[in-house]
């Protein structure tokens, strides 16, 4: 759907804005949304389906978040958590903007397997989520979102029991509380359900960690740059209401093919039993 004017929550929730975001942002309803997860471009010169983005000095760069992100601010709850994605080129950039307009409380390394090897440098395997906060009252779930990692030096009681792990079929295990580092996320492959020919699509089982812990059943997530519509479509397994805006239609229309999908099949690779597994274990 597009926006002509502005709208109320109950006619955008749970729906694609096909549109460009700049085109309505004075349009959006004000203090609705309790989580924003936003993966813009990097700033790296690159080209989106036929939609070019021209790596920026680090100044201009900074002042390009600016342009939407303090637009977006008002449609936070003062109770909403931000995430925002990012690499090592804009780092410096996507700190000073969060520290000068919201509470930085994190930033989530996480391990993206994929990619080039460099002949002349470190390949580059990682990238940053940022975590920020509207105002000091905020959601974090912790018990949903702990990781279940197997036990290589399992230690016992006195009496022989085991200490903080459990044993079953598939082996030892015990649950810890999540890091800022995830080394556990598998990059969606051709033989994955999850997987699109979107050349930046974020694993589901990342936005499932984000979604548990920063917001309950029933918020609202709101996803700036949807791209194929991970968010959404995780945000709907998961019980929550979304709103994605997605310039490009491909994109769009995959992003509600997905959607439409997710009602009948809410398996999220990873995360099983109410818990996130470790790469390559049972939750897999």
Not at 16 to 25: E, G, I, N, S, V
Not at 271 to 284: K, L
């Amino acid at each position: 759907m597009r926006l002509e004017r502005p709208a109320p929550l109950e006619a955008i929730i749970d729906h694609t804005l096909h549109q460009d975001l700049f085109a309505l942002l004075d349009w959006l309803p004000e203090s609705s949304v309790d989580l924003l997860f936003a993966d813009p471009p990097y700033n790296l010169s690159k080209t989106f389906n036929g939609r070019p983005f021209t790596s920026l000095s680090l100044a201009d760069y900074e002042n390009w978040l600016e342009t939407w992100l303090l637009p977006l601010k008002r449609i936070l709850k003062p109770t909403a958590s931000l995430y925002l994605c990012g690499d090592w080129h804009s780092a410096a950039a996507i700190q000073r903007v969060l520290e000068r307009h919201f509470i930085l409380r994190n930033r989530i390394t996480w391990e993206r397997e994929k990619g080039r090897g460099a002949q002349t440098n470190w390949k580059n395997c990682a990238e940053d989520i940022w975590f920020a906060t509207q105002s000091d009252e905020y959601t974090f779930n912790l018990e949903a979102v702990k990781l279940k990692r197997r036990v290589m030096a399992p230690y016992t009681h006195p009496n022989g029991q085991p200490k903080d792990w459990q044993e079953n079929k598939d082996g030892r295990f015990r649950l810890t509380h999540p890091a800022n580092l995830w080394t556990d996320i598998t990059i969606p492959f051709w033989s994955m359900p999850e997987n699109t020919d979107h050349p930046t699509q974020k694993p589901e089982k990342l936005l499932a960690k984000v979604i548990l812990a920063s917001s309950n059943p029933g918020d609202v997530v709101f996803d700036p740059f949807l791209g194929s519509g991970t968010t959404s479509v995780v945000a709907r397994k998961l019980g929550r209401h979304f709103v994605g805006v997605e310039i490009d239609e491909t994109y769009a229309c995959l992003a509600e093919k997905r959607l439409a999908l997710a009602v009948a099949d809410t398996r999220i690779q990873g995360y099983a039993d109410g818990v996130f597994w470790e790469r390559n274990s049972s939750g897999r």
